[in-house]
C-alpha cells in the first residue's frame, strides 16, 4: 500500500506548481517506501533514495525562489524547516552510500510525517501569496 496519498483536502495548497510537485514527491517516497520495504536490491533502494531527495532539493529551492519573489513574510521560518530536512536527508545519504545506514520503515515515516506536518502548516501558509 502506498505511504503517501495525496488529496487536496489534506495537502491542497491553492498553488498549481506546488500541488504537482507535491504529488511527484509522494510517488517518488512511495517507490522508495516499497523498494526500502520489501527487500528490494540495495542498488535499487539507493537510486531511490538518491532521486527523492535530488526532487526534494529542487522542489524546496522552487518554494523558496516563488516565496521571495512576492516577498512572502513567513519565509524565514519556512526556509528554516527545509534546511533542517535537508541536513537530516543528506546525512543519511552519505551513510547510506558508505554502508552505515540503511532506508528502513521508520526512515519512510519519519519523512511521512515531516510532510504531514510542513504542507498543512507551512506550504499552505503561502497559498494566498502565491496562488
Ligand atoms: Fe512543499
Ligand atoms: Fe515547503
Redesign the pocket.
Known amino acids: 500500500m502506498a505511504l503517501m496519498t495525496w488529496t487536496a483536502e489534506q495537502y491542497g495548497t491553492n498553488v498549481a506548481f506546488?500541488d504537482e510537485e507535491h504529488q511527484v514527491l509522494f510517488d517518488l517516497l512511495n517507490t522508495l517506501y516499497d523498494r526500502a520495504t520489501n527487500g528490494a536490491a540495495r542498488a535499487d533502494v539507493g537510486e531511490s533514495l538518491d532521486a527523492l531527495i535530488a526532487y526534494v532539493v529542487d522542489?524546496?529551492a522552487h518554494?523558496?525562489k516563488e516565496m521571495q519573489a512576492k516577498g512572502f513574510a513567513g519565509y524565514d521560518a519556512?526556509k528554516a524547516?527545509?534546511d533542517a530536512l535537508v541536513s537530516t536527508c543528506a546525512d543519511l545519504q552519505t551513510k547510506f552510500h558508505a554502508g552505515e545506514a540503511d532506508v528502513t520503515e521508520d526512515v519512510g515515516q519519519m519523512v511521512k510525517s515531516w510532510l504531514d506536518d510542513?504542507?498543512p502548516k507551512?506550504?499552505k501558509a503561502?497559498g494566498p501569496t502565491l496562488s
Do not use: N, P, Q
Open positions: 506546488a522542489h524546496f518554494e523558496e519556512h524547516e527545509h510542513h504542507i507551512f506550504d503561502y
